[in-house]
DNA sequence: TTTTATAAACTACATTTGTAGTCGTTATTC
DNA sequence: GAATAACGACTACAAATGTAGTTTATAAAA
């Protein structure tokens, strides 16, 4: 899979249609301005712009196109958290882990979910 | 702390100068040139944007100028990080482990390695 | 069916980023 | 000290990004 190249702004569209989809222009706007203030406009354009990287697509129906991603958020995750640790932690989780320790970032809560996650994955 | 605003070529020449500071000019080029092809210049430019935005500064000894960074890779991981987590996995360590290890990017290895670090956190 | 609200298409423009080029000035080396 | 190499300042320019505006077509409401 090539590098999945998704802007900041364009990814709080990619995020609304994660949630739902397929969506209306009119619906995606509704829901991406609960969380970010910009104009009708701007997240038109981003819309075009994510159609244009075939990122998105959409379809006509009854007049309307409605639009749905082409990239789940999975992958997209998988990409960004990998070169997270391919750019600072040598790809490797453990160190994230021990930076995390270290700047007390971890809870007690934290520590145990993460203990029960990890044993869990030895069975099976 | 406001947002530390670096690009991806920028960063670049910000891991020379965490690696080892202060640096010249041509420090720096020969560092940077090891794991890039860019051109002498474009690692000028970067360079002096880094001090526009003050990411890295300068001093001036016998006629040369010698560059070091401003802010310490440690905040910057955190950052990103932290970054990582609040867009995707609201901001905690768990989901993205469980991410890793549901993506079988996990090995024995780095299972055990993450639990020792967890194991001694606890004794702190 | 005329108005009104949406949608769609297209255009705009400043800033940031990637990637150099040019030219005058000091060091360094013969 | 003259030639060469490295430095420093400044300029360039396309693509990507953030953030809209304008114009035209279409659907919904009155």
């Known amino acids: 899979m090539t590098k999945l190249n998704i802007s900041n702004s364009e990814l709080e569209i990619m995020k ?28 038109k354009t981003l819309l075009n712009r994510l159609l244009k990287k075939e990122l998105a697509a959409r379809f006509r129906e009854g007049g309307r196109f409605f639009y749905q991603p082409l990239v789940t958020e ?16 040598e790809g ?16 007690a809560k934290d520590v145990a979910e993460i203990q029960a996650i990890l044993e869990q994955m030895k069975h099976d």
Chains 1, 2 share one sequence.
Do not use: C
């Open 16 to 43: 609304a249609l994660w949630r739902q989809q397929p969506l209306t222009v009119g619906q995606v706007i509704e829901r991406v301005k609960m969380s970010n203030d910009w104009h009708d406009n701007t997240i």
């Open 74 to 89: 999975e992958d997209y995750l998988t990409q960004e958290s990998e070169g997270l640790l391919t750019k600072f932690f």
């Open 92 to 107: 490797k989780m453990a160190p994230l882990v021990a930076h995390f320790a270290n700047h007390k970032k971890l809870t």
